[in-house]
């Protein structure tokens, strides 16, 4: 295997400035070689660290100065297809700041705001992601829903595919943290796509955000009466919906797949599927010290209590997880219960971490499985 | 007696224009393309290769037009879709299975001779799902017809009557690919037949709508169904016969195992390929497949008609 390029750089010490803008200029940051990783920073500081949440890799991981040099560097091993969300954190006396990659422009964005990208050999962002002048966009429509369970008015945003026809019926998909998957898994845009490509049957999908996400997304009565009971309902009479369970679906990702699950547990037969995405599906086998901090304790009860008595609430559960984030193994536990309780999951992994674009990226698996289009009908 | 000419698919590779010429026709030819559904009218570039003869027949767009003004039958196609789209889904689930019984009793080791009996009343098994089906659909298009009979249509009669007449000023017929189902649906609903005079020649979708059982395929879809689909009646020119277009890219045609359950399951019929640059000629009102027709064997393998 050839020297890293860094390695490289080190045989030229003393290194000088033009030196090294070339180096930066040439290979940028990071560097991927192989299966390997080499971040940069450049500056006059005292410490620097790439700060992830790779789990499985030191956090924070510290780079190392280059001789006397103002360029700091550290290598990681980054397996193929990896993709990983990270910022630089500098320190220079007591003065710490964190920040995005100055030398690097791919950026991920987030509710929380953004981070840097590094994108190992072998990571493609789906092509069905960017926006296809062939794919005929579907709509759009915001609605404010009035809800008696959440006592107030709840948006939505429904979309309706293209060539939304009232004499077809459609299956209807039901999003949580709606706006966070529009906004930053481009999800208008894939789910355009998708069914323009025949991957995804035409469907309709309520987008739907939440008020108080930690309190209602975990396992909150009113939720979902609100989702089972007020707003399908809604649905169903206004929109040209299939009408029955298995054209029912509840997504989310996080937090939102626990809304999604628990839902499905207090209306069981209600929904037909469930798109659980990263979901935080934390549990204990003894005791309660589950180390996610009191958000996390309603999540847990809940948990345990579906762990103590499973049962099949949906038919088909597709779920994603990203190796690299803590929720990995309590996914991976919960996979064999799920199947054991009689549901047909499929579940799939992935070398990314707890963000909007994995959840973005497993998105053509997830709702091509869940609604296969009508690949089968056309032979052009 | 007329001539059938099935093609490969005409992307990439498009003969339309030169077979068209083949048949030294010199007056106006049908255009249909309503599987293109809301692309119908975009038909320039396949009546150019018509040398500008190519009439359309609409019926994508006639279709829209029934539904719109008569809604009698907009209420009992709704109803039938739904009905079928239940039948369809409960199809799958039967045949998925059936398939897959086949599939594990085919890899049973059989020490005893059993393992050659369980496969062939397994393969019956999927024959009789395949059946049941069938059988199904003719009752649900006899309950539609008893309901919203066609005939009583005014708006149907009416585009009824039109296409004839078009249809009767053209020497022959070009049905393109696109959605079988949305092609089908159009054909019978206006109730298309040809002349014994008039070739057709057609690709794609519009070669499976010429059979007597359209069977819908694709290995490589990632979701859903993988087994082959019986789906409905074709309008029967070419009997006994399915057609596969776009073989290559939509099924595994090395696995010759799944190839072969597919022949054995459909073995009344010749399993025709239709692979891009395909030409395949039914002169004079022939129905068996020419001499070069690429086709699966019982054993899954592709062979050639004429060649030991």
Redesign the interface.
């Known amino acids: 295997m050839e020297r890293l390029a860094v390695n490289r750089l080190r045989e030229r010490l003393p290194l000088d400035g033009p030196t090294i803008d070339r180096f930066v200029g040439r290979y940028g940051c990071p560097i991927i070689e192989g299966e390997r990783a080499t971040f940069l920073y450049r500056g006059d500081v005292d410490e620097v660290w790439v700060r992830h949440r790779v789990v499985g890799l030191p956090d924070p991981l510290p780079l190392k100065r280059i001789g006397e040099s103002d360029l700091w560097a550290v290598t990681t091993v980054l397996p193929e297809g990896s993709r990983v969300e990270y910022q630089i954190e500098i320190r220079k006396g007591e003065h710490y700041e964190r920040f995005n990659d100055p030398l690097n422009p791919r950026l991920a964005h987030s509710p929380m705001g953004s981070s840097s990208v590094c994108a190992a050999i072998g990571y493609r962002v789906p092509e069905w992601v960017a926006h296809d002048p062939e794919a005929r966009p579907g709509t759009l429509v915001e609605e404010q829903v009035h809800s008696k369970a959440l006592r107030r008015d709840q948006p939505v945003q429904i979309y309706l595919p293209a ?1 939304f026809n009232r ?1 077809q ?1 459609y299956p209807l998909l039901v999003v949580h943290d709606g706006t966070d998957y529009l906004q930053f898994a481009a999800m208008k845009t894939v789910l355009d796509n998708l069914i323009h490509r025949l ?1 995804v049957d035409p469907l309709v999908a309520v987008f739907v955000p939440p008020r108080d996400r930690l309190k209602e997304y975990p396992n909150h009565a009113p939720h979902a009466r609100f989702i089972a009971r007020e707003l399908v309902p809604l649905l169903t009479e206004r929109l040209p919906l299939v009408d029955t369970p ?1 054209a029912r679906c509840l997504m989310g990702s996080s937090f939102g797949g626990i809304a999604s699950l628990s839902t499905a547990v207090r209306y069981p037969g209600f929904f037909g599927s469930l798109m659980l995405q990263s979901a935080s599906l934390v549990f204990t086998d003894i005791g309660f010290d589950h180390g996610g901090g009191p958000a996390f304790d309603p999540v847990v009860k809940f948990v345990n209590r579906f762990r103590e008595k499973p049962s099949a609430v949906v038919d088909r559960l597709f779920m994603s997880c990203g190796v690299y984030e803590p929720l990995i193994t309590p996914n991976r536990s919960m996979v064999p219960v799920f199947r054991h309780a009689g549901m047909t999951v499929r579940y799939t992994e992935s070398r990314d971490g707890h963000n909007w674009e994995n959840w973005r990226d497993r998105l053509g ?1 997830g709702l ?2 869940l609604f ?1 289009g ?7 | 007696m007329s001539t059938t000419i099935l093609l490969g698919p005409q992307r990439f590779t498009t003969t339309v224009g030169a077979t068209v010429r083949s048949l030294g026709v010199t007056g106006r030819i049908a255009m249909v393309n309503s599987g293109w559904e809301e692309r119908e009218s975009d038909d320039g570039e396949l009546a150019g290769h018509l040398d500008g003869r190519g009439v359309n027949l609409r019926l994508h767009h006639r279709m829209m037009d029934v539904l719109t003004k008569d809604q009698h039958f907009a209420a009992a196609a709704v109803a039938f879709r739904d009905r079928m789209d239940e039948l369809r889904a409960f199809y799958g689930i039967r045949l998925q299975a059936a398939i897959d019984a086949v599939h594990a009793v085919s890899h049973r080791t059989s020490i005893h001779a059993v393992g050659p009996i369980a496969e062939e009343s397994a393969m019956e098994a999927v024959r009789e799902v395949d059946r049941w089906y069938a059988a199904e659909l003719d009752e649900l298009y006899g309950s539609v017809r008893a309901t919203a009979p066609l005939d009583e249509s005014g708006t149907i009669g009416w585009h009824r009557g039109e296409i004839g007449a078009l249809l009767a000023e053209c020497e022959a017929v070009v049905i393109a690919g696109g959605n079988v189902r949305t092609l089908l649906r159009t054909l019978r609903v206006f109730d298309v037949t040809f002349g014994p005079e008039q070739s057709v020649v057609a690709w794609s979708a519009g070669a499976m709508a010429l059979t007597d059982e359209v069977v819908l395929f694709h290995d490589f879809t990632p979701h859903g169904v993988d087994a082959a689909e019986l789906h409905d009646r074709g309008v029967g020119r070419l009997p006994g016969i399915v057609a596969l277009p776009h073989a290559k890219r939509r099924l595994l045609l090395d696995d010759h195992e799944r190839m072969s359950v597919l022949a054995r399951r459909f073995a009344e019929h010749r399993l025709l390929l239709l692979d891009d640059g395909a030409v395949v000629r039914f002169p004079d009102g022939a129905t068996e497949l020419p001499a070069g027709a690429r086709f699966i064997d019982r054993t899954g393998h592709v062979s050639v008609v004429g060649v030991a």
């Not at chain 1, 009508?374 to 052009?380: A, D, L, R």
């Open positions: 060539r004499a019926r991957d298995e698996d091509a499985w296969p009508p690949q089968k009908f056309v032979y052009e």
